[in-house]
């Protein structure tokens, strides 16, 4: 139920995320506003196709698709990239956003290093 994704969410932890964007080739410097930023993630849908915006006093990026469909995906890091799997370079990472108890989990794997990222429903 896509549905249930549509509202603002709000950051509220994450896990390994430098990490995860070391293995992904972000430098230091990029990886020092990505680790301070705490994105607002916005989700709306309009006639079948899905909005998904991200917020942050570092970047503001969005990308629009539909359910099973590739996409294109500009990052804060400023990667061109194909989602479901992103894929740039000759690199692919993946990007997984599901909803868990009530909240919606981020999770970023690239080769064997992972991020878990949670978002809480704005009231
Ligand atoms: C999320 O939605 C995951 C965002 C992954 C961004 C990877 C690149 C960050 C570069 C600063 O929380």
């Known amino acids: ?24 080739g972000v430098g ?13 993630l916005l989700f709306s849908i ?16 969005e990308a ?13 890091d400023d990667r061109k990239t194909k989602v479901g799997k992103q894929t740039w370079d000759g690199k692919t990472t993946t ?5 868990q108890d009530g909240k919606l989990i981020a999770k970023c794997v690239m080769d064997d290093v992972v991020a878990l990222r949670t978002y809480e429903k704005e009231v």
């Open 64 to 76: 629009k698709f539909k359910l099973n469909e590739e996409f294109d995906e500009m990052t804060a």
């Open 46 to 61: 309009d006639d079948g196709v899905i909005s998904m915006k991200s917020q942050s006093t570092f970047k503001t990026t």
């Open 28 to 40: 230091f410097a990029t990886r020092q506003m990505g680790n301070m930023a705490k994105p607002n």
């Open 1 to 24: 139920m896509v549905e249930a994704f549509v509202g603002t969410w709000k950051m509220t932890s994450s896990e390994n995320f430098d990490e995860y964007m070391k293995a992904i």
């Open 95 to 99: 990007l997984e956003r599901e909803l």
